[in-house]
C-alpha cells in the first residue's frame, strides 16, 4: 500500500463520517459536493461532527482515492469505514430512508 493509500486508509477508518470533496461543508467547490453535504444535512449529520477532505488541496489524494475505491468520481462518502457510493448513490438512499440508517443506525 502506498503512503497515499496509507493516508486515505487512515483517515477512512479513524473517523466514523468522512467525505471526500471539492471544497469543505461551509463552501463546497462543484455541484456535486454541495448536494452531497445538503444530504448529509438533511439526513440529521452536523457538518461540525463531519470530516471533509478537500481533494482539490492535495493531488495525490484527489487520485488516490479514486483507487482507494475503485469509484472514478468525487465526491465519496465514507461511514463507519465502509464506502458508501458518490452523491447520485447518497440521494438515492437518502429518498428510499437508507442513508439514514446507515448514518443513524440506533435511530432507525
Same mark, same amino acid.
Given at each position: $500500500?502506498?503512503? %497515499?493509500?496509507?493516508?486515505?486508509?487512515?483517515?477512512?477508518?479513524?473517523?466514523?463520517?468522512?467525505?471526500? $470533496?471539492? *471544497?469543505? &461543508?461551509?463552501?463546497?467547490?462543484?455541484?456535486?459536493?454541495?448536494?452531497?453535504?445538503?444530504?448529509?444535512? &438533511? !439526513?440529521?449529520?452536523?457538518?461540525?461532527?463531519? %470530516? %471533509?477532505?478537500?481533494?482539490?488541496?492535495?493531488?495525490?489524494?484527489?487520485? *488516490?482515492?479514486?483507487?482507494?475505491?475503485?469509484?472514478? %468520481?468525487?465526491?465519496?462518502?465514507?461511514?463507519?469505514?465502509?464506502?458508501?457510493? *458518490? !452523491?447520485?448513490? $447518497? $440521494?438515492?438512499?437518502?429518498?428510499?430512508?437508507?442513508?439514514?440508517?446507515?448514518?443513524?443506525?440506533? &435511530? &432507525?
Amino acid at each position: $500500500m502506498s503512503d %497515499t493509500q496509507e493516508r486515505i486508509d487512515q483517515l477512512v477508518k479513524s473517523h466514523d463520517v468522512v467525505l471526500f $470533496m471539492k *471544497g469543505s &461543508a461551509s463552501f463546497p467547490m462543484c455541484g456535486f459536493s454541495g448536494r452531497a453535504i445538503q444530504v448529509l444535512k &438533511a !439526513s440529521g449529520v452536523d457538518t461540525k461532527n463531519l %470530516t %471533509t477532505v478537500n481533494v482539490l488541496d492535495d493531488a495525490e489524494i484527489r487520485q *488516490g482515492i479514486k483507487e482507494y475505491s475503485n469509484w472514478p %468520481t468525487i465526491p465519496q462518502l465514507y461511514v463507519k469505514g465502509e464506502f458508501v457510493g *458518490g !452523491s447520485d448513490i $447518497m $440521494m438515492e438512499m437518502y429518498e428510499s430512508g437508507e442513508l439514514q440508517q446507515v448514518l443513524n443506525p440506533a &435511530a &432507525a
